[in-house]
Antibody, heavy 119, light 111 residues
């Protein structure tokens, strides 16, 4: 069974750094792109970027380029999303999702990680 | 402002058929396949339709997708109260080195 399990909720202060994780299981982690999606409170879905764990090839949405870093450690089947300096506007739910090999769709999703940034 | 345009809301009564539209451009819907996601309240999104009109295993055939030109539609027949959710269209956009784009979402209310 394909599963993506994300790390737990975080409460941080503005200016702090953060790295959240997404662990894949039940499939060949290195053979599928993993994407990250943001959902701000009461708002819609926004695609942030994707990474291919096999070779760490990474693509970013123009809206998120330079704002976050996506990485992966294939030895532990885990993808990461990190910030070097959080802002209050980073408060959101963040989902990781696997990109289907046969389409540009996101076929399996993690449960989400809620990030709250508040002073 | 989302790249793909969806109506913010839609509604119907149990048993009815409803459709949700998704409008884009030649760089996204016009040249790539469209996917639809269902997000139930308090849950992660779930893939509902991929490659314009394909249903993943386990998705009832009450859900169907179509595409024409730079627009796509999701149809739900035999509406049920359990279908009350937010629905998002998404596709790849070939501009700016390529990236995925979502519609703004449509909140479906079952009256």
């Amino acid at each position: 069974e394909v599963q993506l399990v994300q790390s737990g909720a975080e409460v941080k202060k503005p200016g702090e750094s953060l790295k959240i994780s997404c662990k894949g299981s039940g499939y060949s982690f290195t053979s599928y792109w993993i994407g990250w999606v943001r959902q701000m409170p009461g708002k819609g879905l926004e695609w942030m970027g994707i990474i291919y764990p096999g070779d760490s090839d990474t693509r970013y949405s123009p809206s998120f380029q330079g704002q976050v870093t996506i990485s992966a450690d294939k030895s532990i089947s885990t993808a990461y999303l990190q910030w070097s300096s959080l802002k209050a506007s980073d408060t959101a739910m963040y989902y990781c999702a696997r990109q289907s090999s046969a389409a540009n769709s996101l076929d399996y999703w993690g449960q989400g990680t809620l990030v709250t940034v508040s002073s | 402002q989302s790249v793909l345009t969806q109506p913010p809301s839609a509604s119907g009564t149990p048993g009815q058929r409803v459709t949700i539209s998704c409008s884009g451009s030649s760089s996204n819907i016009g040249s790539n396949t469209v996917n639809w996601y269902q997000q139930l309240p308090g849950s992660a999104p779930k893939l509902l339709i991929y490659n314009d009109d394909q249903r993943p295993s386990g998705v009832p055939d009450r859900f169907s997708g179509s595409k024409s030109g730079t627009s796509a539609s999701l149809a739900i027949s035999g509406l049920q109260s359990a279908d009350e959710a937010d629905y998002y269209c998404a596709t790849w956009d070939d501009s700016l080195s390529g990236h995925m784009v979502f519609g703004g979402g449509t909140k479906l209310t079952v009256l």
